[in-house]
Structure formats: C-alpha cells, structure tokens
C-alpha cells in the first residue's frame, strides 16, 4: 500500500487531550478503510506565520499512515468538515523516515539544553 505522512493543525482553544484524541479519532477512519497509522506525534501548540480563523496559535499533529488511496480521501473529506481542524496537509512519500520528525528532534535539542543549562 502506498505510505503518506499528514500534518493537521486544530484549533488553539482545545485542550491538549481533545487534540490527542482528534488524532486517534482519524486513526480509527484510515483503520476503518482498510489502512493504518504507523506512527503519530502531537507536535504541541505552535505560533503559526499568520492567522487561521482569527486564531494565532494552533495544535499541530503528524501522522505516518499505510493506507490505500480512498482511505486517505475519504480522511481528509472528514477533516476538512470537522469543525476543530484548520488546515491538513498529505504528503504521499516512497518510504517513513525512522525515528521521530524533526519537530520532535528540535524538542530534543531544546530540553538536553536546558538541563545543560540549569546544571
């Protein structure tokens, strides 16, 4: 089956568990449709370049998916209805990198720092 990476951002004003379970909740559509989520991060609440719905900040997720091509449309119909997602991108890629994003590397980078730091 084909591999996509997708990244969704929803609205500020969600707690971090509604974010989370948004996330599972499109998990459970792809599984649903014959596919499956390989790996998933919930990236956090950013700061985005300019505003989205008179909203500044956003939580962001990721997915990495194995699903066959209805599966995905059929998600990203769903997400673009959903009234707590504000944009969705879908990548289709040959291959999951391994190990966490670079969003999560950053955060990696971030938090050895400040330990070294407080030290």
């Not at 995905?72 to 119909?77: D, H, K, L, S």
């Not at 769903?78 to 670079?102: A, N, Q």
């Not at 969003?103 to 050895?112: F, G, H, N, W, Y």
């Amino acid at each position: 089956m084909p591999l996509y990476e997708h990244v969704f951002i929803a609205r500020q004003d969600l707690s971090n568990t509604q974010a989370e379970g948004l996330i599972e909740h499109f998990g459970t559509v792809l599984a649903d449709n014959g596919g499956k989520v390989v790996e998933n991060e919930y990236w956090g609440v950013k700061t985005m370049a300019y505003k989205i719905n008179k909203n500044r900040k956003g939580h962001y997720a990721f997915l990495r998916s194995d699903a066959p091509a209805p599966a995905v449309q059929e998600m990203e119909r769903l997400m673009r209805l959903h009234d707590d997602v504000m944009r969705v991108l879908t990548i289709k890629v040959d291959e999951h990198d391994e190990g966490p994003s670079i969003q999560m590397q950053k955060r990696d980078e971030r938090d050895s720092r400040r330990r070294d730091r407080d030290r």
